[in-house]
Nanobody, 122 residues
Framework: QVQLVESGGGLVQAGDSLRLSCAASGGTFSRYVMAWFRQAPGKEREFVGDISSTGSSTTYADSVKGRFTIVRDNAKNTVYLQMNSLSTEDTAVYYC???????????????WGQGTQVTVSS
């Protein structure tokens, strides 16, 4: 059983950067694929990006490609989401998730954090 705790959310202005963290405990972090999802008010939870267990491979949604970067530190059991050039459309609750295989679907991931709010003002 893996527990995931996100942090780093907040209120920023358009064009700013923000880094989210997701700390894992209770499992062998280095074995899991990790992903970030987000959910805006009134919308479905959507895939943001994922990273392989070793960190050698990442995938991003088209909407964030070139602006967001996912990295992980297996020694610290933590995965990060670096978000640059934020826009108001990035406002959402951001969730990290852990699973056994790469995938963009929510069902690919077995463990979820509680989420952290990111609000981007214009």
């Amino acid at each position: 059983q893996v527990q995931l705790v996100e942090s780093g959310g907040g209120l920023v202005q358009a064009g700013d950067s923000l880094r989210l963290s997701c700390a894992a405990s209770g499992g062998t972090f280095s074995r899991y694929v990790m992903a970030w999802f987000r959910q805006a008010p009134g919308k479905e939870r959507e895939f943001v990006g994922d990273i392989s267990s070793t960190g050698s491979s990442t995938t991003y949604a088209d909407s964030v490609k070139g602006r967001f970067t996912i990295v992980r530190d297996n020694a610290k059991n933590t995965v990060y989401l670096q978000m640059n050039s934020l826009s108001t459309e990035d406002t959402a609750v951001y969730y990290c998730a852990a699973g056994w295989a790469i995938g963009r679907a929510r069902r690919a991931y077995d463990y979820w954090g509680q989420g952290t709010q990111v609000t981007v003002s214009s």
